[in-house]
């Protein structure tokens, strides 16, 4: 009954949004920085913003995310006491489905739970220390998700340092884990998709309108001696002129050979180097990536001769490189009295120059909210394709607040096609969400 878990729950979504808080800005003084407002309850807004979960305007390419504090208690002694900000995240769905698949029908059913518990305390105006411990269904083990600082040095460097999930990068729909979690190429527009699985080093240098970026992160025991090529480096530089941004960023994954690949605690890749840019006209925000995996150090050299004497290029000049992946997308909101509508469209070319491949794909998101008499219904569709194969998944869906306190009652469809089904999968839930910030 279990076994179709995931799917149930994964169908729309991208219809809530889990109001965890604000971008860190360490006091609003980071450049070019955009930010959110936490608020207190869910919104009939929320069942909209949340199609665009990851889609705030970052003109920085690090987003660093902070949870919401709520409550504070003071601790320490007579001579040195510091508050400690604690708030938290519930998030309990159960629901059915029924599922046909080449003309055989099933019914199954389950359940999901997740709580955070998010911890924040300030030292001083320089140092502040945050923490998320997170429990969820399957495993019931209560761990700790995040642990980290944040440090400013002379009002100019800012150090993060710990267990942290980072993000760089602007393209919204192509990183998900959970949508796309079996697909690598997608992710990989997340340049630290892996951060949180070892312990990072982030610092920071904003500079006028440009802004230095330095990342480590290493994947073994706090007891083993950290060798050089043992570590995963990155950097990234931003510059905002006028109202454009340009990020030119990349990274190097440890050796294959170094100790801590052979004892798969990390993997080796191809380093990595990219750029992106992204403008917002007449309300559209229009943002590229170009990713280029650095293969046959040969064959690059002998690219790079024949771009400086400006030689015609040709598809075997790019067998240098192990693989090249372009992704691109618009986003837009219309905020009216009325309803709000808005859409995120992506696409997404990975070319292989070895193989002379090109693998392609797009993802869209659309949704329409504050519907109805209480303005409390929101109806919305995700689409993924490939064009390997054909195939692909659209999931239409439809959001009720404010029937069960504290709840959403969420009903829909999945639709699979392509190679692997003679016949479309279409699979019909309806699950009740409960999410409360407390």
Known sequence: MLKNLKTIFSLYSFLVFFISGVLSAQDGNSVSSAQLSSVDEISLDDEFDSLFEDSVDVEEPVQSEEKKEKHTITIGTDNFKIPLRFSGHLEAECGLG???????????????????????????????????????????????????????????????????????????????????????????????????????????????????????????????????????????????????????????????????????????????????????????????????????????????????????????????FSKLIFS???????????????????????????????SKKVAFQGAVSKLGKGKNIAIGTTWKHYTNGNSGEIEPGIVLSGIFPNAKWKNGAEIKYGENYDRAKITVATTLLINVDY
């Open 98 to 320: 029924y599922v046909n698949e080449d003309g055989s029908s099933s019914a199954t059913g389950g359940l999901k739970f997740k709580n955070d518990l998010n911890f924040n305390t300030r030292i001083d105006k320089t140092l502040a220390i945050k923490a998320t411990m997170r429990t969820e269904s399957g495993s019931w083990q209560f761990s700790v998700y995040e642990m980290y600082f944040d440090y400013v040095l002379l009002s100019h460097l800012y150090i993060t340092a710990g267990k942290k999930n980072t993000s760089w990068g602007n393209i919204r729909i192509l990183n998900d884990t959970d949508e796309f979690e079996n697909d690598p190429d997608a992710l990989s527009t997340n340049l630290l998709y892996d951060s949180r699985d070892g312990t990072s080093m982030q610092l920071r240098l904003p500079l006028g309108n440009f802004c230095f970026t330095a990342f480590l992160l290493y994947k073994g025991e706090n007891d083993d001696k950290v060798e050089q090529d043992e570590m995963s480096v990155a950097g990234s530089i931003e510059v905002v002129i006028g109202k454009t941004s340009f990020n030119f960023f990349g990274r190097k994954f440890p050796s294959a050979d170094s100790e801590i690949v052979l004892k798969k605690k990390d993997n080796h890749i191809d380093p990595v180097v990219g750029a992106e840019v992204k403008r917002t006209i007449l309300g559209f925000d229009l943002y590229a990536q170009q990713l280029a995996y650095l293969g046959n150090k040969a064959k690059l050299k002998e690219f790079g001769k024949a771009v400086i004497k400006n030689e015609q290029l040709h598809n075997t000049d790019l067998e240098g």
């Open 328 to 358: 691109g997308g618009v986003y837009r909101i219309w905020e009216t009295s009325g309803p709000d509508i808005g859409f995120n469209f992506e696409f997404q070319d990975v070319y292989t120059p070895a193989e002379k491949d090109h």
